[in-house]
Structures are given as C-alpha cells and as structure tokens.
C-alpha cells in the first residue's frame, strides 16, 4: 500500500506552503509598522505557516482516502488505510489547534487579531486550492463553492486588518523595546560573569603552581609554611569567587530566560 501522502502530494503541500507565505507576506508586509508590534507580527506569521501546513497535509489526507477507497479495496486494505489516515488527520488537527491557540494568545491588538484571522482564512484558501489540483469532478465543484467564500472572506478581513493598523495606538512596540533592553542587560551581565569565572580559573592555575613549588622548596628551607599557607587561602577565596560568580550567572540565566522566551518563542 502506497503512503497516504506520496511524492506527487508532498511536492503539492512544500509548494502550497511557499504560495501561501509569500502571498501573507505580500498581504501584510506594509502593515508592519503600523502593526506596532514587530516581535508579534513575525511569530504570528511562522504559526500561520505551520497552521497552513497541516491544513493541507490533512486536505490531501482525505482525498488520497477517497480515491484508495474507490480501488476497492479488501476490508482488511481499508481498514488499514482507515486507521492511518484518521491517524494523520488527528496529528494535523492537534497541531492546527495548538499552532491557532498559540496566534490568539499573540494576537494583543485589533490589527494582530485582524492577521490571525486574515492568516487562517488565507490557510483554508490554501488548503482548498491545493485540494482541487488532486480532487475529482465531484469534489471540485464542492471546492470552488467553498473557495468562493473563503475568499470573500478574505477580501473582508484584508480591509479590517488595513483600517484597524491604520488607527492603532498600541503600546506593544514600547513594551517589545523595553524586553529587549533587559534581555541585553542580562546578557551583558551574564558575560561579566563569565569573564570572573574565567579570570579566577586562570588565576587559580597560577596559584596551584606557585604551591607545588613552595612545597617543593619548604625542606629546603627555600620556603616557609606560612607562605605555603598564604598562597592555599589564595587559592580558597580565588575558587569561592568563581563558585560565587557561578550562582549569580546561573540566577542570571533563569531571569533571562522566560524574558527571552517570551520575546523571541514561537
């Protein structure tokens, strides 16, 4: 039994996938600025392509099942074919629920929640499109209603995501510099931290050797004990303040983090 997606349908979904970012970006790009939130504008738009994604994986999904099914099959051949294509229809609706939940949470302003709709509508379009290159005559004429509306839709939200980036007062881009000016502060830090740490480590080194020499030379009388001592509570504060400076860069790090996520996750 072939794949439920083959060659000839995984090439359908990478080119559906490249015509719909391309058209988003064509779309969307001079609401950028007016969008306010760059930082946001990009994440919505990289879910939007795993959104479209696996609506067309799905789309294709179904058709291939039809046309399998029309071969007539042995129970025990459809059966097979029913659990996996149900399987993958389960693992793209799973992630499009996500991928659409994770735009949404983005989505903070009128213009951001205007692309989200403007990107899913776009997706189903896609997914629709893609679906007629593989479809049969019955199901195209189903398809073409369907795209019909999709795409009045569309026509629809472009114009509320034009109007509402036009009239946006949003404060996100402030708040978007503002994260931007800790997480470079913190790295800054962190980078102090390290520069400590390996400023002690080197220092530590030279001490180690220094001692083995004086204790070396301490039967000779070339040394003393108490200089054998100093250069040992030498190495003791050296190796406390790199374990110092490793705590405060490990804190560090943990403030950094949930910042920088937040700023630059998906």
Same mark, same amino acid.
């Given at each position: 039994?072939?794949?439920?997606?083959?060659?000839?349908?995984?090439?359908?979904?990478?080119?559906?996938?490249?015509?719909?970012?391309?058209?988003?970006?064509?779309?969307?790009?001079?609401?950028?600025?007016?969008?306010?939130?760059?930082?946001?504008?990009?994440?919505?738009?990289?879910?939007?392509?795993?959104?479209?994604?696996?609506?067309?994986?799905?789309?294709?999904?179904?058709?291939?099942?039809?046309?399998?099914?029309?071969?007539?099959?042995?129970?025990?051949?459809?059966?097979?074919?029913?659990?996996?294509?149900?399987?993958?229809?389960?693992?793209?609706?799973?992630?499009?629920?996500?991928? !659409?939940?994770?735009?949404? %949470?983005?989505?903070? $302003?009128?213009? =951001? #929640?205007?692309?989200? &709709?403007?990107?899913? @509508?776009? +997706?189903?379009?896609?997914?629709?499109?893609? !679906?007629?290159?593989?479809? %049969?005559?019955?199901? $195209?004429?189903? =398809? #073409?209603?369907?795209? &019909?509306?999709?795409? @009045?839709? +569309?026509?629809?939200?472009?114009?509320?995501?034009?109007?509402?980036?036009? %009239?946006?007062?949003?404060?996100?881009?402030?708040?978007?510099?503002?994260?931007?000016?800790?997480?470079?502060?913190?790295?800054?830090?962190?980078?102090?931290?390290?520069?400590?740490?390996?400023?002690?480590?080197?220092?530590?080194?030279?001490?180690?050797?220094?001692?083995?020499?004086?204790?070396?030379?301490?039967?000779?009388?070339?040394?003393?004990?108490?200089?054998?001592?100093?250069?040992?509570?030498?190495?003791?504060?050296?190796?406390?303040?790199?374990?110092?400076?490793?705590?405060?860069?490990?804190?560090?790090?943990?403030?950094?983090?949930?910042?920088?996520?937040?700023?630059?996750?998906?």
């Amino acid at each position: 039994m072939k794949p439920i997606l083959n060659f000839e349908h995984f090439s359908l979904v990478e080119n559906a996938n490249i015509t719909f970012s391309d058209d988003l970006d064509s779309i969307c790009e001079s609401f950028k600025a007016a969008i306010s939130s760059p930082i946001k504008y990009a994440k919505i738009k990289n879910n939007a392509k795993k959104y479209q994604k696996s609506l067309v994986t799905s789309a294709l999904a179904d058709i291939e099942y039809e046309k399998k099914k029309q071969k007539g099959l042995e129970p025990k051949q459809k059966e097979v074919l029913t659990a996996a294509t149900a399987a993958k229809k389960k693992a793209m609706a799973d992630l499009a629920t996500a991928v !659409s939940q994770r735009m949404d %949470d983005l989505a903070t $302003t009128e213009p =951001l #929640k205007n692309l989200v &709709k403007l990107a899913r @509508t776009k +997706a189903k379009i896609s997914a629709a499109e893609t !679906s007629l290159k593989s479809a %049969d005559a019955t199901e $195209t004429a189903e =398809l #073409k209603a369907k795209l &019909k509306k999709l795409k @009045t839709t +569309a026509s629809s939200t472009e114009q509320q995501l034009k109007d509402s980036a036009k %009239d946006n007062k949003s404060d996100d881009k402030s708040n978007d510099d503002s994260a931007n000016k800790q997480v470079d502060e913190l790295e800054s830090k962190i980078k102090d931290q390290d520069n400590i740490q390996k400023s002690a480590t080197e220092n530590i080194d030279k001490l180690k050797k220094e001692l083995k020499v004086a204790e070396d030379n301490l039967n000779t009388g070339k040394s003393s004990e108490s200089k054998v001592n100093s250069i040992k509570d030498k190495i003791s504060q050296a190796t406390e303040d790199r374990d110092r400076s490793k705590k405060e860069e490990e804190a560090l790090r943990k403030k950094l983090k949930p910042i920088a996520d937040k700023l630059y996750g998906e």
